[in-house]
């Protein structure tokens, strides 16, 4: 094939290379009911998912982001104890603060 020249290869590998995790974390997402509440149209008073991500921008380049939003998602606040958010593994949640700080896609 014509097309396939070697930077074509690169570039198709470049891509897997970084699609393949965003894809996992999503499919995390989905297997974790996260859509069930931040799905579109939301749920009552949960941010739809691309609002999370947009207000969790601000915390991208922080490497301790993750973790941090990860523990406070899973203690839950005052007076939202959120069963999903608390039953993730705090490897489950980083994973999922580290997408959503990435846009979510
Ligand atoms: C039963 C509904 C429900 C489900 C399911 C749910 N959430 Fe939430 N989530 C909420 C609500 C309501 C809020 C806003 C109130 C709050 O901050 O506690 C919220 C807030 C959040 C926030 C913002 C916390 C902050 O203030 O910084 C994140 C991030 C989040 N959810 C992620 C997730 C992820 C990831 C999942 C899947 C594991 C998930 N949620 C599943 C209802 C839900």
Redesign the pocket.
């Known amino acids: 094939m014509d097309g396939m020249t070697p930077r074509t290869l690169a570039c198709l590998w470049l891509t897997l290379l970084f699609t393949l995790p965003a894809q996992a974390s999503s499919q995390l ?1 989905l297997d ?3 859509y ?3 799905g579109e149209p939301p ?5 739809g998912m691309a609002q ?1 991500a947009a207000d ?1 921008a601000r915390y991208r380049g922080q490497a301790d982001a993750p973790q941090r ?1 990860a523990e ?2 899973r203690e ?2 005052l007076f ?1 104890h ?1 069963a ?2 608390e039953r ?1 593994s705090q490897e489950e949640c980083i994973t ?2 580290r997408w ?1 700080i990435e846009g979510a896609k």
């Open positions: 997402a974790k009911g996260c069930s509440c931040h749920r009552r008073n949960a941010p999370l969790y939003l406070k998602l839950g606040g939202a959120i999903a958010h993730l999922l603060m959503i």
